[in-house]
């Protein structure tokens, strides 16, 4: 079935650095989509991604799905307290009746000043 | 809107009690879902329904049943609880449920906390 791996699993920065994570699937994706999780708190959708070499910004995060449609990043600069959370991306793929999520086990960032 | 609502939030059950996780949103979402949260593995599918009448299986559907009689509710039930099913249950709804569109957009509700002793 459909793997999503992300990488790190865990990053500490100090606020003012930049955070990457990495999301990458073991097959052509239709789309991606980005969630964050604040602890304790519930998965909220930050973008979705459909083009080839697709780049979205939002303020200080920058989204990218790569050439072959098989991985995508999510960038953020000069990270505050405020971007603490799991940063989730997410697979779609369509069965042709429906399409389903698929979940990558997720990036924790932890910003300390 | 009250947006995807889930009860209860907490739960503590007793192996092979059964229960009923409630999820319901006021969205006129077509699609809905169910997803279980472990540490370390990510949000996990369910079950899912693309509109009142119509479920089908996710990832994980052993031990989970579904029913989905109107737009807005989407019960889960666990028929005969496991400590295996520790976890905490995400309800999600997107107005689509195609892919490609932005309306695909993910709405998730709260959370239930369920521990099975």
């Known amino acids: 079935g459909q793997q999503v791996m992300q990488i790190p699993q865990y990053q500490h920065v100090q606020e003012g650095e930049d955070f990457t994570t990495y999301c990458n699937s073991s097959?052509?994706?239709?789309?991606i989509q980005w969630y964050k999780q604040r602890p304790g708190g519930h998965p909220v959708f930050l973008i979705q991604?459909?083009?080839?070499?697709e780049v979205k910004k939002q303020k200080r995060l920058t989204f990218q799905f790569g050439e072959a449609k098989k991985n995508s990043s999510l960038h953020i600069t000069a990270t505050q307290t405020t971007d603490v959370g799991t940063y989730f991306c997410?697979?779609?793929?369509?069965?042709?009746?429906?399409?389903?999520?698929?979940f990558g086990t997720g990036t924790r960032l932890q910003v300390t000043l | 809107n009250a947006g995807v609502t889930q009860t209860p939030k907490f739960q503590v059950l007793k192996t092979g009690q059964s229960m009923t996780l409630q999820c319901a949103q006021d969205?006129?979402?077509?699609?809905m879902s169910w997803y279980r949260q472990d540490p370390g593995m990510g949000l996990r599918l369910i079950h899912y329904?693309?509109?009142?009448?119509?479920?089908d299986q996710g990832e994980v559907p052993n031990g989970y049943n579904v029913s989905r009689s109107t737009t807005e509710d989407f019960p889960l039930r666990l028929l005969s609880a496991a400590p295996s099913q520790t976890s905490v249950y995400f309800c999600?709804?997107?107005?689509?449920?195609?892919?490609?569109?932005?309306?695909?957009?993910?709405?998730f509700g709260p959370g239930t906390r369920l521990t099975v002793l």
């Open positions: 999600a709804s997107s107005y689509s449920y195609y892919s490609g569109f932005d309306t695909d957009t993910q709405y």
């Open positions: 097959t052509t994706l239709s789309n």
């Open positions: 991604l459909v083009k080839s070499g």
């Open positions: 997410a697979a779609v793929t369509s069965t042709g009746t429906a399409s389903k999520l698929t």
């Open positions: 969205m006129n979402h077509e699609y």
């Open positions: 329904s693309v509109g009142a009448g119509i479920t």
